[in-house]
Structure formats: structure tokens, C-alpha cells
């Protein structure tokens, strides 16, 4: 018979609907910080790679919301993550 401290324990994780709209909310923030960005550089200077390497991460977050929505949450992380790092390295590389 299972003791109380065993049905604590088991209760501290998120439930996977819980985890998914974590997902879902970062990944609606990772875009609105992407739209914010592209604003701010296309003030600075206007170029289609600009557009292009912030336009490719929108989309991207895109992907991984919908990505959260259904089910797939790990895979979504993993995917913000390359996004982030992607798109800050592009504007830092690329970008003058």
C-alpha cells in the first residue's frame, strides 16, 4: 500500500496539460521578444537579411507552439532552444 509521502512526491511533477501551455506561453514570448527585435533592427538599419533571419525565427516559434499544442513538448523545447540560439548568433554573425 502505497504510503503518503510516495502520493507527495508523485504529485510535485505538471501534469502534461500543464507542461504544454508552460510550452505554449514561452513559446508566445521567445515570439513577441522576435517581433520586438525585428523592429528594433529594421529601425537601425533596413535589409531583407534582417527580415529574413528574425522573419525565419517568427516562423519557427510558430512551429513550436504548435508543436506544444500537440503534445509534443520535448521536442518543442529542444526546437525554442535551437531557434534562440540560431537567431541571436545569425544577428550576431551575420548582422552588422
Known amino acids: 500500500m502505497p504510503s503518503a509521502a510516495d502520493e507527495e ?14 510550452r505554449v506561453t514561452m513559446g508566445w ?4 521578444g522576435m517581433a520586438v527585435l525585428l523592429w528594433i533592427r529594421l529601425e ?5 537579411l534582417v527580415m529574413g533571419v528574425y522573419g525565419l525565427a517568427m516562423v519557427l516559434c ?3 507552439i504548435e508543436l506544444s499544442r500537440h503534445g509534443r513538448t ?3 523545447t529542444y526546437l525554442l ?4 540560439v540560431a537567431a ?8 552588422p
Do not use: E, F, H
Not at 504529485?11 to 508552460?22: D, E, H, K, S, W
Not at 541571436?88 to 548582422?95: H, I
Open 29 to 32: 514570448v521567445v515570439l513577441a
Open 62 to 64: 510558430g512551429v513550436v
Open 74 to 76: 520535448r521536442l518543442g
Open 9 to 22: 512526491v508523485a504529485a510535485v511533477g505538471l501534469t502534461p496539460r500543464q507542461a504544454r501551455m508552460i
Open 44 to 48: 537601425q538599419r533596413q535589409s531583407v
Open 81 to 84: 532552444c535551437v531557434v534562440l
Open 88 to 95: 541571436l548568433g545569425a544577428d550576431w554573425l551575420l548582422l
